[in-house]
């Protein structure tokens, strides 16, 4: 399918067609899927990967500017939803300013609930793709290379992200 059918088919969903939707499910949910399923690896999941993209496009109908995008906003939500998904239970822990030297889900480091608690409440302040970022680099040891592609960034962005998200998740750790 061509960019410009994605155009033809945005605009149709746009107006509430509801066999346009049908129509782009059936064009790009194949692909949506296997993004996803190569992220979290369980069906289920990949699944429900793929349907809050279609919620998320769905809900933002209006801001979507360039309709020729398409695919690429759908391609680069999927990743997005599948890293939500994947990292929803894994959470960390930054304690000085030279690394992020523990994560919860390794042996050396077990927080209380207590702790467990205000760490979580400070990713979740967190913005979506610092929080991402931050958990590719961490629990996942990724590179900034990997963490470039995965997130669809240029690779200086990332550095500023990772380091952005670093000073915010200390600066909500230690506010009181």
Same mark, same amino acid.
């Given at each position: *399918? ?14 509430? #067609?509801?066999?346009?939707?049908? #129509? ?9 899927? $296997?993004?996803?399923? !190569?992220?979290? !690896? ?7 990967? +793929?349907?809050?993209? =279609? ?24 990743? %997005? ?20 030297? =523990?994560?919860? @889900?390794?042996? @050396? ?15 979740? %302040?967190? $913005?979506?793709?610092? =929080?991402?970022?931050? *958990?590719?680099?961490? +629990?996942?040891?990724? $590179?900034?290379?990997?963490? *470039?592609?995965?997130?669809? +960034? ?18 909500? =750790?230690?506010? #009181?």
């Amino acid at each position: *399918m061509e960019q410009t059918d994605f155009a033809n088919l945005f605009k149709r969903i746009k107006k509430g #067609e509801d066999d346009a939707f049908k #129509e782009l499910l059936d064009s790009v949910g194949p692909l949506l899927f $296997s993004i996803a399923h !190569e992220i979290l !690896e369980r069906i289920a999941d990949a699944q429900d990967a +793929v349907e809050d993209t =279609y919620k998320a496009l769905l809900e933002n109908l209006d801001r979507i500017t360039k309709p020729d995008s398409l695919r690429g906003w759908l391609r680069t939500t999927v990743r %997005r939803k599948a890293l939500d998904i994947k990292y929803k239970d894994k959470r960390i822990l930054l304690l000085d300013d030279k690394d992020l030297q =523990y994560c919860i @889900n390794k042996k @050396n480091y077990e927080p209380d609930f207590a702790e467990r608690s205000h760490i979580n409440s400070c990713l979740a %302040r967190l $913005s979506e793709i610092e =929080y991402q970022a931050l *958990m590719l680099s961490t +629990v996942e040891e990724k $590179s900034c290379r990997d963490i *470039m592609k995965i997130l669809k +960034v240029k690779r200086y962005k990332v550095y500023r992200i990772i380091k952005s998200a670093k000073e915010n998740f200390k600066k909500f =750790y230690y506010e #009181e």
